[in-house]
């Protein structure tokens, strides 16, 4: 038990602390991953494979055959009656009953009641929700709005950022904890509520409709500071006085020797800004109103009315957004995950 | 230093997002393939206009809901938008009267819904143009009501015969509810209207909670706990409008309040799968109504080619124009001189026959039905009945709480928007 | 790749004569300020004015969004939030809807900081064992804290709706399937279950750190003397991670009074006014009703982050304690 709680490196044989501890982080990437699982595959289901239920893991489409003479028939199987096991495909519904025909002879209609009949189904992923999302609106336009907002918008969060943060844990000067805490406090204020002032200054400032509108009001944020103050206050001041005995300029010691070592910490910021760019939706609603402005998120949410939802468009949609970032997450976890680790506290 | 070159160029570039001479920019959302269908009208437009640029912004229904109001304000935005919440943006809107080349056509033929985008009963401008009508009406399993072997309760019918139709329906098919009102207080006040509701004080001030409320309001609780009715669609979302369209399209109701901007879904994703009818409105002792609605094309008084904005409209509003703008995207015309003739749809023998049915309930709109879409103060109504009747609903508080509720949300609303 | 490197040490040598200059002119710490300057710029122009602009908001009325066409009202917002018949009732306020959400807001805040304090704690000590994997599972607990708060709530929506896949597994194993989003003790459940669900793998990394900073020395001496492992952990590893503990509460404490997206889309704010905060009173009340009424909105929020402030001073102080 006391190994349960202090062992980090430990022994070759296995008690039951360690099966605890295994049990318990698989059953935690089922809750945590699984529902992003789902997610992806629901994504390559049909409209009404999505609604189906119980629904399936995998995407089910129905079968469609094509009859002379008739078009494309969804294809159903007889479960009761005179035809019952064959496989017929369907004409139209009366009522009660449908109008079934064999597609070897697609001259005679069978008629069964409606409850005697299901659909054949077959494994199909729908990837017209993803064709149908693309072939909609000037794709590649609306990526390369939300790529540039994201890339530079990062860049600058990283420079402007870590320059404060820089100030702020390595000098000394009157006026400095204020400001810190000046800062933090803006963590308080509910960021929706900021968003009509913020649009009477960006439109004073001639910001909007420019990708300028969504990048200036968010590369100063109070988190990143935070982050990189602590980190850069683990670093030894020994090497910035060496530094200075070698007649380094200021700005040299913070491009050149802090912000190297800083690296882990500002790879958290950048993976941090990358999301919260990628993703942000409610500043760049309001801020950008015309179309070849608009970034993916926008274009994305664009069908979505008031009155109707297209769950299969919403869910390829949110599978998309998701996609980039992930995957850059999964180049780049383990710096992310240490980056935190050491960034975080002090 | 480099920063200072980017601010300048940041600023450069806000700057050059000043309108072109003849650009008209229209902020549009689609329920359908609205927004879609008028950019192919436009593309006809512009080949006849050339001096007119028309571009159609798709954007989210939020963008235009909660990023339009704040645009207009900082004196910004487009030229046209599409909405259906005319009230927070009426102070920007501009009058057409001047520039259209006949308005007297507008008024025979849109008179009873330009009444929606004006102030009020002494305004008399023209403000824009409604894309569709839309009416409220009870989307009808038709296939459960003839297992269950009830008949589907016809033109006449009361609130009281539908609601114990769709309870034994059912009872007999074992669904779990009978029936499903969207959760929103515009689909709540056609059945009021027909119980005898007023929505206005005899001074025209709002004025919800009265005895005919009273009574659907009470009708709809008391259902809501026998599950004639499904709670659900009320009580589990906290705020804003919620449809049952997936309840109604997996049978799990027979009969549905909704209305006619489904069509292109219920022909879509129910198709054959069960046969669907339109009901005609339910009865009260005052009236048989649905609630009419519908969004609208405003054009607002920032634009900077005013004159380009009419005549887009005017051209959109043309009875040929507009026909096969229905058409396309399978809606009830707002122009009346169009409701009185049967357009080619594209659409299901069923769908043709809701069409019809939809028509049919226009006809019995009650003329405070049309009056109360088109209140300024129709919205706040709409939404507390909404707010308050599900707390009713969910047990939070008493039928007679949420009354008073009502008429103190109102009250605010009324003195806030008067400030 | 080297251009690039180039081209980035060009442009970060540029800033360097000016520096120069200015660090000749400055004395002592001063050069901080140039340091800051441009961060802080950016913070006066769009956090720091609009503040100064949500303050007038919060003291005028009407349902104008120009500032300067507002009349002036006084306290008239605040006054209008804060009165009560019973501030323990919200059904006797007069802004019922911001009481409940005041309510609400504590109990959320309560439950969703306390367990997610838990879990991380009990994760973070389980990642430092001898693990199999441990990169993975890592980054498995971390994965949640990638997607935008839209979709967070989108996906447990859209698998805790009534016909979603957990109704359908608690049918496949037998058991009859409940409206999880409708009733509302489930509907606040399923709240702060997602909340931690979303936000848990940043704080398991933090506390991580804090205990892989303990040094191992301090183990294994206690190893040796056979403590017990709770006096152990109470005496031990606790006082040593309390730091990395108290930037957790700080941090978790601010996000979870402003947790808004996840639960707006996934319960609305229902049922009823179950899982209603005070952020979402705020949305509805300046975004969303038809009536805006953005001065309330302002100061409800002004109220908020008041009381966030104190709060978290309080955590503060008792974090340079400790």
Redo the contacts between chains.
């Keep these: 038990m006391v190994r349960f709680l202090t062992r980090t490196r430990g022994h070759a044989a296995w008690d039951w602390t360690d099966w605890a501890a295994h049990l318990y982080l698989v059953l935690g990437v089922l809750v945590m991953f699984g529902p992003v699982l789902w997610l992806g595959m629901s994504s390559l289901k049909s409209?009404?494979g999505i609604?189906a239920?119980p629904p399936t893991f995998l995407p089910y489409e129905q079968v469609s055959v094509d009859v002379e003479g008739r078009g494309k028939l969804k294809l159903y199987r007889v479960t009761a009656g005179e035809f019952a096991g064959r496989e017929l495909g369907e004409v139209?519904?009366m009522?009660?009953q449908v109008q079934l025909v064999d597609p070897a002879a697609p001259a005679t209609l069978i008629r069964v009641a409606?409850g005697d009949r299901e659909p054949v189904m077959h494994l199909r992923a729908a990837w017209d929700n993803f064709t149908g999302l693309f072939s909609q609106?000037p794709f590649f336009r609306y990526l390369w709005n939300s790529v540039f907002i994201t890339a530079v918008a990062t860049v600058l969060t990283l420079l402007v950022n870590s320059m404060a943060a820089f100030a702020l844990s390595k000098y000394r000067f009157a006026g400095r904890d204020p400001v810190f805490l000046l800062m933090l406090a803006t963590l308080m204020i509910p960021p929706t509520i900021v968003?009509?002032p913020n649009?009477?200054i960006a439109?004073?400032?001639?910001?909007?409709?420019?990708?300028?509108?969504v990048?200036?009001p968010a590369v100063a944020t109070p988190t990143g500071v935070f982050l990189l103050r602590q980190y850069m206050l683990t670093l030894p001041d020994e090497l910035i006085e060496a530094a200075r005995m070698d007649n380094a300029s200021e700005w040299r010691i913070y491009w050149r020797i802090v912000l190297p070592l800083s690296a882990p910490a500002l790879a958290v910021l950048a993976i941090f800004s990358v999301m919260w760019r990628w993703n942000e939706f409610l500043w760049p609603?309001?801020v950008l109103?015309?179309?070849e402005?608009?970034t993916l998120p926008?274009?994305l949410?664009?069908?979505?009315?008031?009155?109707?939802t297209q769950w299969n468009y919403l869910l390829a949609m949110t599978v998309v957004t998701l996609l980039p970032v992930t995957v850059i997450f999964a180049f780049l976890q383990k710096h992310i995950t240490q980056g935190i680790a050491s960034a975080g506290v002090k | 230093?480099?920063?200072i070159k980017i601010l300048a160029?940041?600023?450069l570039?806000?700057?050059?997002?000043v309108a072109t001479a003849g650009e008209i920019?229209i902020?549009c959302?689609?329920?359908?393939n609205e927004c879609e269908a008028t950019e192919t009208l436009a593309a006809r437009f512009m080949k006849d206009n050339a001096d007119v640029k028309v571009?159609?912004?798709?954007?989210?229904?939020?963008?235009i809901?909660?990023?339009?109001?704040?645009?207009l304000?900082?004196?910004?935005?487009?030229d046209i938008a599409r909405t259906?919440?005319f009230?927070?943006i009426m102070?920007y809107t501009l009058d057409l009267t001047p520039y259209l080349k006949d308005s007297a056509y507008w008024e025979a033929n849109y008179g009873p819904v330009l009444g929606w985008m004006r102030k009020d009963a002494s305004d008399h401008g023209i403000y824009g143009l409604m894309t569709q009508l839309t009416i409220s009406a009870p989307l009808v399993n038709k296939?459960l009501f003839?297992?269950a072997g009830v008949p589907v309760p016809k033109a006449g019918a009361t609130w009281d015969e539908w609601a114990a139709a769709a309870k034994k329906v059912a009872t007999a098919t074992k669904i779990p509810y009978g029936m499903a009102w969207d959760r929103s207080g515009a689909r709540f006040a056609g059945p009021a209207i027909s119980m005898g509701a007023k929505y206005f004080a005899a001074d025209g001030t709002p004025s919800v909670v009265d005895d005919g409320f009273k009574a659907m309001a009470q009708r709809f609780v008391d259902w809501s706990k026998d599950n004639t009715l499904e709670?659900?669609v009320w009580?589990?979302?906290?705020?804003?409008?919620?449809?049952a369209?997936?309840e109604f399209?997996?049978g799990r109701i027979a009969v549905y309040l909704s209305g006619s901007?489904?069509l292109t879904?219920l022909e879509?994703?129910i198709g054959?799968?069960?046969?669907w009818v339109v009901g005609s409105a339910p009865c009260g002792p005052a009236a048989c109504t649905g609630m009419p609605g519908g969004?609208g094309f405003v054009a607002f008084k920032g634009s900077k080619n005013p004159k380009d904005v009419a005549r887009f409209l005017d051209y959109l509003a043309a009875e040929s124009v507009y026909a096969e703008w229905m058409v396309m995207t399978s809606n009830v015309p707002a122009h009346a001189g169009l409701q009185k003739k049967a357009l080619p749809y594209k659409l299901s023998p069923a769908g043709i026959a809701a069409v019809q049915s939809f028509g049919a309930n226009a006809a019995l709109l009650s003329p405070l039905a049309y009056r109360l879409q088109g209140d300024p103060m129709s919205?706040?109504m709409?939404?507390a009945v909404v707010?308050r009747v599900?707390?009713a609903m969910?047990?939070?508080?008493t039928l007679d709480?949420a009354y008073a509720?009502i008429t103190?949300d109102v009250a605010d609303?009324v003195a806030?928007?008067k400030? | 790749m080297k251009l690039l490197a180039a081209l980035f040490a060009f442009?970060m040598n540029?800033?360097e004569r000016?520096m120069r200059w200015a660090q000749g002119r400055l004395a002592g710490g001063r050069l901080g300020w140039v340091f800051v300057a441009?961060n802080l710029a950016v913070f006066a122009v769009f956090t720091f004015l609009p503040i100064a602009i949500d303050f007038h908001y919060a003291l005028s009325?009407?349902?104008?969004?120009?500032p300067a066409e507002r009349?002036f009202?006084g306290g008239e917002n605040f006054a209008t939030l804060l009165d009560c018949v019973d501030h323990f009732d919200p059904?006797t306020c007069?802004r019922?809807?911001f009481w409940h959400g005041v309510w609400n807001t504590m109990r959320f805040v309560g439950f969703q900081v306390g367990l997610m304090l838990g879990f991380s704690l009990l994760t973070a000590i389980v990642l430092n064992r001898k693990i199999i994997g441990r990169g993975f599972f890592r980054a498995m607990f971390f994965y949640p804290v990638l997607l935008s708060p839209v979709v967070v709530g989108l996906i447990w929506k859209w698998i805790l709706q009534?016909?979603g896949v957990l109704n359908a597994g608690m049918m496949g194993v037998g058991a009859a399937p409940v409206?999880w989003?409708?009733d509302?003790n489930w509907?606040f459940f399923w709240s702060v279950f997602v909340s931690i669900w979303a936000h848990m793998g940043f704080y398991t990394l933090i506390l991580l750190a804090g205990l892989q900073a303990i040094p191992a020395e301090i183990n294994e001496a206690a190893a040796m003397d056979a403590t017990p492992p709770w006096r152990h952990f109470r005496r031990i590893t606790w006082p040593l991670m309390l730091p990395s503990v108290l930037v957790v509460l700080v941090l978790g404490l601010i996000r979870a009074v402003q947790m808004f997206d996840e639960i707006y889309v996934l319960?609305?704010?229902?049922?009823?006014?179950?899982?209603?905060f005070i952020v979402?009173y705020i949305y509805?009340t300046g975004?969303?009703?038809?009536?805006?009424?953005y001065g309330l909105a302002a100061a409800a929020s002004l109220l908020l982050a008041g009381v966030l402030l104190v709060l978290t001073m309080i955590q503060l102080r008792g974090m340079r304690r400790g």
């Design positions: 409209e009404s609604q239920f139209r519904r009522g009660l409606v609106f968003l009509v649009y009477l439109s004073q400032l001639g910001l909007t409709n420019s990708p300028w509108g990048i200036w609603m309001v109103s015309r179309s402005s608009f926008l274009a949410n664009a069908f979505q009315g008031e009155l109707t | 230093m480099s920063r160029a940041a600023i570039a806000g700057s050059v997002s920019r902020a959302y689609s329920d359908g571009t159609i912004d798709k954007m989210p229904f939020k963008a809901q909660e990023g339009l109001p704040v645009q304000a900082a004196g910004q935005g487009p259906t919440d009230g927070p102070r296939t003839d297992q709670r659900d009580v589990a979302a906290g705020g804003g409008y919620r449809d369209f997936e399209s997996n901007w489904q879904r879509k994703q054959d799968a069960f046969e969004a919205r706040p709409f939404g707010d599900s707390q969910s047990g939070q508080i709480q509720r103190a609303a806030a928007s400030k | 442009l540029l800033p000016p441009p009325g009407g349902t104008n969004l120009l009349p009202v059904n007069r019922d809807l009534r016909e409206n989003l409708l509302a509907a319960t609305g704010g229902g049922p009823g006014t179950a899982t209603t979402q509805k975004f969303a009703d038809q009536v805006r009424q």
